[in-house]
């Protein structure tokens, strides 16, 4: 079986004037269909920055970074959109909600960029149905901005997994979260890449998380020092 996507040799330096800071430095990994991992270490160890290449919201300074077997430096910037819309979904570190448009609108994002664009009727009754999954169906038509911490993280998720993404990058999900919403929130998680068969990779502080996943990648001053299955 060909891995969905593979990290060969791959390096991000960031330049401000004349500061380089080595985010990533020399990573190589590979990812299978239907993995779960937790992407582990101290802050500014590099884990966002590579959430982002994985995600093609950046690109890497050197190495090659191939999605289903195609090297993603040789894609116009509209192929790599169309690739990200299509196959990911993101949980951002913030949610990154919109708060003046309701939790509907705000979930409704992601279909606006899709090519498949489902009709109104049809498009209500998937946000309904994944909102009632989320336990947040009452909540469709209220302002984003007016919700409780561990309901933004739920519609952060809802928007996340509308389109049916193959893979799902979710930076320190949940971060903001007490210890019960933080499990019902990873099992909900883990319910939809089962479903789905799609991939989850967690940038995560939190070890009960990571523990839940099916792999571990750490990582320490941007390289990657461990990479193992969890028993
Ligand atoms: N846009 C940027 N410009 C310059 N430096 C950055 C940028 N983003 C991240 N960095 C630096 O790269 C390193 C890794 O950051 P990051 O990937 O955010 O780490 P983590 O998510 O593990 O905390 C840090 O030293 C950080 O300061
Ligand atoms: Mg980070």
Do not use: C, W
Request: proline residues 3%.
């Amino acid at each position: 079986m060909e891995p969905v996507l593979t990290v060969e040799n791959v390096s991000k330096t960031y330049t401000k004037g004349k500061t380089r800071t080595e985010a990533l430095k020399k990573v190589s990994f590979s990812v299978n269909e239907g993995e779960t991992i937790a992407v582990i270490g101290e802050s500014g160890a590099g884990k966002s920055t590579l959430l982002n290449l994985l995600g093609l919201i950046d690109e890497p300074s050197e190495g090659t970074y191939s999605v289903r077997g195609k090297d993603t430096s040789l894609m116009s910037d509209k192929d790599k959109a169309l690739l990200r819309n299509k196959e990911f979904g993101f949980i951002l570190q913030e949610y990154g909600l919109v708060d003046y448009l309701t939790v509907e609108e705000n979930i409704s994002i992601p279909l606006e960029y899709s090519d498949e664009k489902p009709d109104r009727k049809k498009r209500g009754k998937r946000i309904q149905s994944i909102l009632e999954t989320l336990g947040i169906k009452d909540k469709m038509k209220e302002q984003a901005g007016m919700l409780s911490g561990g309901q933004r993280q739920r519609v952060a998720i809802a928007r996340a997994l509308i389109n049916n993404p193959g893979i799902v990058l979710a930076d320190e999900p949940t971060s903001a979260l007490d210890e019960k919403t933080k499990s019902e929130m990873i099992e909900m998680l883990l319910r939809f890449q089962k479903e789905s068969g799609s991939m989850l990779i967690v940038v995560t502080h939190d070890s009960a998380v990571a523990e839940r996943m099916g792999r571990t990648l750490r990582f320490e001053n941007g390289t990657l020092t461990e990479d193992v299955k969890n028993a």
